[in-house]
C-alpha cells in the first residue's frame, strides 16, 4: 500500500498578521482539502460540498466519494483515544477500509484540547467553541498547490510535480511488522 504524505509549506508573500486556513470548516486538519484534492485528480471529479457521516460517535466519522455505484475513496477523521484504540484494532484485524484517515488526539477536534474552550470547572464551553469555530470559518481559504513558493519548490527542487524526487521526498510505502512479544508492548 502506498501512503502519500502530504506537504503543505506555509511560508509565502503573507504578511504577519495576516491569516489563511486549509479548505474545512473547522481547524481540525486537513481532511476535507485532501478528500477534494485526491478527488479532483484521481476521478476528475470536483466535490464542492463533503458530507460527514457519523459511525459509532461523532468523533469517529466517515467520509466517501462515489463513482458510477462504486465507493472509490473512503475517508474517516477519528477523534479522542478511545476512537484511535478501535481504529488500530480494525487495523490489526485486517477490517480497515480506509485510504485516509484523519487522526486527533482530543475529542471534539483541536478546538476541543484542554488548553481550549472549557469552563471554568473543566467542561467545555460549547457556546465559545461554535463561536470559535465561527471565527475561524470566516477566515480566508488559500490553497496550498496556489501558493507561487510551493510551486517554486516543485519545480526548482522536486524536479516536477511527478518526479523520481517526490516520489522519494513525499511518498513512502509501509507493510505490516513482525510482532515480538515483550512485556514493554503496548496493548491496544
Excluded at 479532483?40 to 463533503?50: H, N, R, W
Excluded at 457519523?54 to 466519522?61: I, P
Excluded at 527542487?157 to 512479544?181: C, F, I, P, R
Aim: charged share 30%; with cysteine; aromatic share 10%.
Amino acid at each position: 500500500v502506498d501512503l502519500i504524505f502530504c506537504c503543505f509549506l506555509r511560508f509565502d508573500d503573507i504578511k504577519e498578521g495576516d491569516v489563511v486556513r486549509h479548505d474545512g470548516k473547522r481547524s481540525d486538519g486537513y481532511l476535507e482539502h485532501i478528500f477534494k484534492h485526491a478527488a479532483k485528480e484521481l476521478f476528475g471529479m470536483d466535490v464542492k460540498e463533503i458530507t460527514y457521516k457519523a459511525l459509532k460517535n461523532k468523533d469517529f466519522q466517515e467520509v466517501t466519494l462515489e463513482k458510477d455505484g462504486e465507493t472509490v475513496l473512503r475517508f474517516a477523521a477519528a477523534y479522542g483515544f478511545r476512537n484511535i484504540q478501535n481504529m488500530v484494532l480494525k487495523l490489526k484485524k485486517g477490517k480497515f477500509l480506509y485510504h485516509f484517515v484523519e487522526v486527533l488526539a482530543c475529542p471534539g477536534g483541536c478546538l476541543n484540547g484542554k488548553g481550549q474552550a472549557q469552563t471554568e470547572d473543566g467542561k467545555p464551553d460549547r457556546a465559545l467553541l461554535a463561536q470559535m469555530e465561527e471565527v475561524y470559518a470566516a477566515i480566508p481559504v488559500r490553497l496550498p498547490e496556489t501558493n507561487l513558493h510551493v510551486q517554486k519548490v516543485y519545480q526548482d527542487w522536486l524536479e516536477g510535480m511527478d518526479s523520481e524526487k517526490v516520489q522519494e521526498a513525499l511518498h513512502t510505502t509501509y507493510s505490516a511488522v513482525n510482532q515480538t512479544t515483550s512485556s514493554l508492548d503496548i496493548k491496544w
